[in-house]
């Protein structure tokens, strides 16, 4: 039994899951975010405190899983809706990939160019 | 493959044919364990075989279900190393894992006995989901002519290859997470349905599975379209229940 593969270890599961994964810790984390928010209105000085502290480094480097969180979740969003609301055929899946892989590498060259 | 086999302490001493370690579930729906087997490896071996070796010359109490050994009847499925396989035609050399098998009942449904898992839930939410053809005329109508270029034709062709195996909905985690889903082979059967020009009702079909336990309860997991022994795609037969009920719903329907 060590080591036995089960059904789930195919691409489209991991996509589930991570859509899935994002979604509960983007749930989890918009209350705070809603709670820091609101601090403006209810408590400018604890606000402020708090900005202080989201300037550390550990912190600004937990923003960047946020990002990545969104832009997982969003993107595991467009891949459902293109999945289930756009009856393409196999070639035609794989020439929008190839399109977006492209579009992707060349944008990311001149952000990369840029910085 | 023979590059990769490790050599067993049996085939090493005596210079005997090489074993397969083979793991069987025992029990029935109110629980068991694994029981483990030696059977002699063939050159050519399926799941199937396997099974029907250690019931032959090991244990005849192990109960397990077959009838075609082809691949046309779809009753011979159980879960394979943690897939679901139709065993008739799956090679134990394309699944074997350091020449070690483990078999299970099909996941999803309740155990009979040992391998043979009770498929009534399966067939039953397949009457549940309107799989059988509602026609829209009588024998005294002409018959109306479609053919096979029709789109609609085209969509239901795809989909009407199914042999009832339940390797999909074995697959299926939105099946384990809901008992009421209907499953992909059901499912797959109303989209057949859903395009098939001589079935009275369309929308019937569509209601059928667009409500609790439906099409959308899908999570696009994939495993369905992935497992088919048949290769058949519920997945997108799923997707297009859903691209059908969702039209209907903003044209203001049901």
């Known amino acids: 039994m060590k080591g036995m593969k089960t059904h789930r270890d195919h691409p489209l599961w991991l996509a589930y899951a991570l859509h899935r994964f994002s979604g509960l810790a983007l749930a989890i984390f918009l209350p705070a975010h809603l709670y820091v928010l609101s601090l403006a209105l209810t408590d400018p000085a604890r606000l402020d405190g708090f900005l202080h502290w989201a300037d550390l480094p550990l912190v600004k480097l937990a923003e960047f899983g946020l990002?990545?969180?969104?832009?997982?979740?969003?993107?595991?969003?467009?891949?459902?809706?293109?999945?289930?609301?756009?009856?393409?055929?196999?070639?035609?899946?794989?020439?929008?990939?190839?399109?977006?892989?492209?579009?992707?590498?060349?944008?990311g060259l001149f952000f990369l160019r840029a910085i | 493959?023979?590059?990769?086999?490790?050599?067993?302490?049996?085939?090493?001493?005596t210079g005997t044919t090489p074993v397969l370690r083979v793991s069987v579930w025992r029990g029935t729906a109110e629980g068991g364990a694994y029981e483990e087997f030696e059977v002699p490896q063939q050159d050519n071996q399926t799941i199937l075989d396997v099974v029907s070796w250690i019931q032959q010359y090991a244990d005849p109490t192990l109960t397990y279900r077959f009838a075609c050994r082809v691949g046309m009847c779809g009753s011979c499925a159980m879960m394979v190393n943690g897939k679901p396989r139709w065993t008739c035609r799956t090679h134990v050399k394309k699944v074997t894992e350091g020449g070690a098998l483990t078999i299970a009942p099909l996941r999803n449904l309740p155990v009979i006995k040992d391998l043979a898992a009770d498929m009534d839930p399966f067939f039953d939410k397949w009457v549940k989901a309107g799989g059988h053809h509602h026609p829209s005329a009588s024998r005294h109508d002409p018959m109306p002519v479609i053919t096979s270029e029709t789109p609609g034709r085209v969509e239901a062709n795809a989909g009407i290859e199914c042999i009832n195996c339940s390797v999909c909905?074995?697959?299926?985690?939105?099946?384990?997470?809901?008992?009421?889903?209907?499953?992909?082979?059901?499912?797959?059967?109303?989209?057949?349905?859903?395009?098939?020009?001589?079935?009275?009702?369309?929308?019937?079909?569509l209601d059928?599975?667009?409500?609790?336990?439906?099409?959308?309860n899908?999570?696009?997991?994939?495993?369905?379209?992935?497992?088919?022994?048949?290769?058949?795609?519920?997945?997108s037969a799923i997707a297009g229940l859903k691209r059908a009920s969702a039209k209907r719903f903003f044209k203001g329907g049901r």
């Open chain 1, 67 to 107: 990002v990545f969180l969104l832009a997982a979740h969003m993107l595991g969003g467009l891949r459902l809706l293109a999945l289930e609301f756009l009856p393409w055929s196999g070639p035609q899946k794989s020439l929008a990939a190839s399109v977006l892989a492209g579009a992707f590498l060349i944008s």
């Open chain 2, 218 to 235: 899908c999570h696009s997991q994939g495993s369905c379209t992935l497992y088919c022994p048949n290769e058949l795609d519920p997945l």
């Open chain 2, 169 to 205: 909905y074995a697959s299926c985690d939105t099946v384990a997470g809901n008992p009421d889903y209907l499953g992909p082979a059901a499912l797959q059967r109303a989209w057949t349905l859903y395009n098939d020009a001589k079935e009275a009702d369309r929308e019937a079909v």
């Open chain 2, 208 to 216: 059928r599975v667009s409500g609790a336990g439906g099409c959308h």
């Open chain 2, 1 to 13: 493959m023979t590059a990769m086999r490790k050599i067993t302490p049996s085939e090493d001493a």
